[in-house]
């Protein structure tokens, strides 16, 4: 049964290489996984272990009047199986902004998966949501994650200076954005 669980897909939005479907609970496994992996975590700040459980907290559908999180799942289509998490939170419909996230398997790191998924989740964003404005939260050792988001439009807004620590130091946190405007160009 299980198995039959992870080979229906469900897409939400369509790209070329990956879809962004629903987060299924049957993957929280994997998602506590990619939490846990020291090099994703060295980008994400998952401090602390991710246990399953709180992972799946992480995904039950919350008692808020507004939808506030979007998560999807990273379907690779050639592999048919999920390789990542991209998301939407911290939505304010009043001023119509939002933050986004990701986190890819390292296994497909270095593939130009992040920009596909960064072009699907931004086209959500402004031609389905109408959102206004997308902000990004970068460390500043993240070198890859600055190239995609230039690569998408985002500008540097703020650097937050020694805001967090990683590997014995203190380092900036860069804050990027794009607005609808710009992306729509």
């Given at each position: ?62 008692k808020e009047a ?64 109408n959102l206004h ?53």
């Amino acid at each position: 049964m299980s198995e039959l669980k992870e080979k229906i897909v469900l897409p939400f939005v369509e790209g070329e290489t990956v879809s962004l479907c629903v987060a299924n609970a049957d993957h929280v496994n994997l998602y506590a996984g990619w939490m846990n992996h020291p090099e994703t975590r060295k980008f994400t700040r998952f401090n602390m272990p991710q246990t399953i459980d709180e992972v799946k907290k992480m995904f039950e559908t919350k008692k808020e009047a507004v939808k506030e999180d979007i998560f999807f799942e990273i379907w690779h289509k050639k592999d048919k199986k999920p390789i990542g998490l991209a998301n939407l939170f911290r939505i304010q419909w009043f001023t119509r902004n939002a933050h986004i996230s990701y986190i890819i398997d390292p296994k497909y790191w270095k593939q130009h998966i992040g920009t596909e998924v960064g072009k699907l989740v931004l086209d959500y964003a402004y031609k389905e949501l109408n959102l206004h404005k997308i902000t990004a939260r970068l460390f500043a050792l993240n070198k890859a994650s600055i190239q995609l988001a230039e690569k998408l439009g985002f500008k540097l807004e703020i650097t937050l200076k020694k805001e967090v620590y990683i590997d014995g130091e203190h380092m900036d946190v860069l804050e990027y954005s794009i607005f609808k405007d710009d992306w729509m160009k």
